[in-house]
């Protein structure tokens, strides 16, 4: 399958083909290089610099060298997830697009508190403002009419039956290594010499903001490590029924 950075198609078109490529047979590199071809320019992909975040910025960036790689900073995330960032986007030459919540962590804490600590009203606000605020900026700045994602089927129950590709909030979500586990990530990593995120070592397994990510410990999901178990999505991964709008 060639690559072509012909006129993106729309979601519905793509929606409407993806399901005569048989994308759930296909391979992770033939689920990307569909993309591509699917929607040209208008391809972006999410990071969150999380524990194995390394997989997906090296396979989408051998096919797809300079895709625009969106990663939402809340200003919260734990100072190993800067540093990994640092180092992976070196190493890979990533063409990093950072947005940022337009209020500070300081000003929304003195406007709202600690919102992570106000039971899921409080999570949902401070999910809009941190996340899905500046993930709709950025779809709108860059363009974006498909969106490459790293969620896998067996990281939460929530997304145990995402399709490989589908349309949220009328933009193309695809994720190519929906159907991989933990082994085959690990496989792929070592084969590659890629690094998981430093604090995988400690016993996180998903990470996010500090203040709303815990350890795996002992009886525990790993959805339950995120949110003190409340919910596991941030927002970005759930259909809100519109543009990402606020």
């Given amino acids: 399958m060639s690559i072509s950075t012909t006129t993106p198609a729309t979601s519905e078109s793509a929606q409407a083909n993806h399901s005569t490529l048989n994308l759930e047979q296909s391979s992770a590199e033939d689920r990307i290089r569909w993309a591509v071809d699917a929607f040209g320019d208008g391809l972006v992909m999410t990071t969150s610099f999380g524990v194995q975040a390394a997989v997906m910025l090296h396979l989408v960036t051998r096919i797809v060298p300079g895709i625009p790689v969106v990663f939402i900073d809340?200003?919260?995330?734990?100072?190993?997830?800067?540093?990994?960032?640092?180092?992976?986007?070196?190493?890979?030459?990533?063409?990093?697009?950072?947005?940022?919540?337009?209020?500070?962590?300081?000003?929304?804490e003195a406007l709202y508190g600690k919102q992570w600590e106000q039971g899921i009203e409080g999570l949902k606000r401070y999910n809009v403002i941190n996340k899905i605020e500046p993930m709709d900026r950025a779809v709108r700045e860059l363009g974006a009419t498909a969106w490459l994602a790293g969620l896998r089927r067996t990281q939460a129950s929530t997304?145990?039956?995402?399709?490989?590709?589908?349309?949220?909030?009328?933009?193309?979500?695809?994720?190519?290594?929906?159907?991989?586990?933990?082994?085959?990530?690990?496989?792929?990593?070592?084969?590659?010499?890629?690094?998981?995120?430093?604090?995988?070592?400690?016993?996180?397994?998903?990470?996010?903001?500090?203040?709303?990510?815990?350890?795996?410990?002992?009886?525990?999901?790993?959805?339950?490590?995120?949110?003190?178990?409340?919910?596991?999505?941030?927002?970005?991964h759930e259909n809100n029924g519109g543009d990402f709008q606020i």
């Fill in 74 to 108: 809340t200003g919260y995330l734990f100072p190993e997830t800067y540093r990994f960032a640092r180092d992976l986007t070196e190493k890979l030459g990533l063409n990093l697009k950072k947005y940022t919540p337009r209020m500070t962590a300081a000003e929304q």
């Fill in 159 to 236: 997304r145990g039956s995402l399709k490989v590709a589908q349309v949220q909030n009328k933009i193309t979500k695809i994720h190519p290594i929906i159907d991989w586990d933990n082994r085959r990530v690990h496989q792929y990593l070592t084969q590659h010499g890629l690094p998981y995120h430093p604090l995988w070592e400690q016993g996180y397994v998903s990470i996010g903001d500090w203040h709303s990510t815990s350890k795996l410990l002992d009886g525990m999901r790993e959805e339950d490590t995120r949110f003190g178990g409340l919910k596991r999505e941030c927002g970005l």
